[in-house]
C-alpha cells in the first residue's frame, strides 16, 4: 500500500507540474480581436473632402474646410471612451506639442477625431477644452481655432480610417474598439504625408513629419532645413531615420564649399602679399602712384624737409 501511495504522490506531482506547461503555448497567429487591424501605407492619398465631422459645439463640419489653408495638419484618430490606450496616445500627444517648437495655429494644425460614432458632443467638448487648457506654449485665438476635437458617424468613421489606413473593430462582449495606435501627418491640401505608429516618437520625430508634409516651408532655421533634407520615413515602423545617402550628399556639398572658400582665401591672401612686394619694389607712394628715391635726403624732401 505505501508503494501504492508513493505511485499516486508521484503522479499528482507531474500533473500539477504539466499543468502551467500546457499554458505557455505561443500561438504564431494573432488573437482573432486584432488580426487583420495593421496599419497600411496610405501616404499620397487625398482624403475626401466631403467627409462630415462634427465639431465640439455639435455642428458639422466638412474635412475640405480644414484643407484650405498652407500649414501641414496632425490627425488623431482615437475614442474617447477608450478604456486605455486612447487616453495614452492623448496624453503622449500633449507632451510632444508641449515640447515641439513650432507653435499649434502659426506652424499647424492638430485634429482629433473619435470613430466611434456613440461618443457625445459634450465629451468632445470637455476633451478639447482639457487639451488646449493643457497646451503650455500658449494658445493664440487662431491656435483655438486649429487644435480641435470632433465626432463622426459611423460611416464617416469607416471613410476616414480607409484613406489614411487606419483599421478599427469593435468587440460587442467587451463594449470596446480593438485598433492600432497611430497619429498621421497630412498636407495642407489634404494628403496623406506620413504616419507615426506606437508611443515611443518624440518632437523631433514629430518635427520630421511635419517638415516633409510642408515641403520644408515651415523650416524656422538652416537646421531645419537639414533635418528635413536628411531623414526619411521608415514606412515599416512608422519613425524617420537617418537617409545615409542624402547625409553623404550633403557632406559633399559642404565640404566642396569649404574647399572653394579655403582656396579663394588663400588666393587673395596671395594676391594682397603680391601687391605689398610690389609696393616696396617700385618704391612708390601709396595712393599716388608717383615713384619716389630711397634715401635718407628723400624721406626728408618728402616730410618738407631740406635736401642736402
Given at each position: 500500500m505505501r508503494r501504492v501511495w508513493d505511485i499516486l504522490g508521484i503522479l499528482i506531482a507531474l500533473a500539477a507540474v504539466s499543468l502551467p506547461v500546457s499554458a505557455q503555448v505561443i500561438h504564431d497567429e494573432l488573437p482573432a480581436q486584432i488580426k487583420g487591424l495593421e496599419l497600411h501605407d496610405s501616404r499620397g492619398d487625398?482624403?475626401?473632402?466631403?467627409?462630415?465631422?462634427?465639431?465640439?459645439?455639435?455642428?458639422?463640419?466638412?474635412?475640405?474646410?480644414?484643407?484650405?489653408?498652407?500649414?501641414?495638419?496632425?490627425?488623431?484618430?482615437?475614442?474617447?471612451?477608450c478604456p486605455k490606450l486612447c487616453g495614452l496616445m492623448l496624453?503622449?500627444?500633449?507632451?510632444?506639442?508641449?515640447?515641439?517648437?513650432?507653435d499649434i495655429g502659426e506652424d499647424y494644425a492638430v485634429l482629433v477625431y473619435s470613430f466611434d460614432h456613440t461618443n457625445t458632443t459634450a465629451v468632445t467638448r470637455g476633451k478639447q477644452t482639457q487639451?488646449?487648457?493643457?497646451?503650455?506654449?500658449?494658445?493664440?485665438?487662431?491656435?483655438?481655432?486649429?487644435?480641435?476635437f470632433h465626432t463622426t458617424s459611423a460611416a464617416d468613421a469607416k471613410r476616414l480610417g480607409d484613406a489614411i489606413g487606419f483599421d478599427f473593430r469593435y468587440l460587442p462582449k467587451l463594449r470596446e474598439f480593438s485598433h492600432p495606435s497611430a497619429m498621421y501627418?497630412?498636407?495642407?491640401?489634404?494628403?496623406?504625408?506620413?504616419?507615426?505608429?506606437?508611443?515611443?516618437?518624440?518632437?523631433?520625430?514629430?518635427?520630421?513629419?511635419l517638415l516633409d508634409a510642408s515641403d520644408g516651408k515651415i523650416a524656422a532655421s538652416v537646421g531645419d532645413f537639414f533635418l528635413h533634407m536628411c531623414f526619411q520615413l521608415d514606412?515599416?515602423?512608422?519613425?524617420?531615420?537617418?537617409?545615409?545617402?542624402?547625409?553623404?550628399?550633403?557632406?559633399?556639398?559642404?565640404?566642396?564649399f569649404g574647399v572653394g572658400l579655403l582656396v579663394g582665401g588663400l588666393r587673395l591672401a596671395e594676391g594682397i602679399r603680391r601687391r605689398k612686394r610690389q609696393r616696396m619694389e617700385t618704391g612708390s607712394i601709396p595712393g599716388s602712384g608717383l615713384p619716389v628715391a630711397v634715401g635718407v635726403g628723400d624721406e626728408a624732401h618728402l616730410k618738407g624737409g631740406v635736401r642736402p
Open positions: 487625398q482624403i475626401p473632402g466631403d467627409i462630415v465631422l462634427y465639431n465640439a459645439e455639435g455642428k458639422p463640419v466638412q474635412m475640405s474646410s480644414y484643407f484650405q489653408g498652407d500649414k501641414p495638419i496632425v490627425l488623431v484618430p482615437v475614442y474617447y471612451s496624453q503622449h500627444l500633449n507632451e510632444i506639442v508641449n515640447d515641439l517648437d513650432y487639451h488646449q487648457e493643457a497646451y503650455r506654449r500658449g494658445l493664440s485665438s487662431i491656435g483655438r481655432q486649429s487644435y480641435l501627418v497630412l498636407t495642407p491640401d489634404g494628403h496623406v504625408s506620413s504616419y507615426l505608429s506606437g508611443l515611443d516618437y518624440g518632437p523631433k520625430q514629430l518635427k520630421l513629419a514606412p515599416n515602423a512608422g519613425q524617420y531615420s537617418v537617409q545615409a545617402m542624402r547625409v553623404m550628399q550633403i557632406g559633399g556639398i559642404i565640404s566642396m
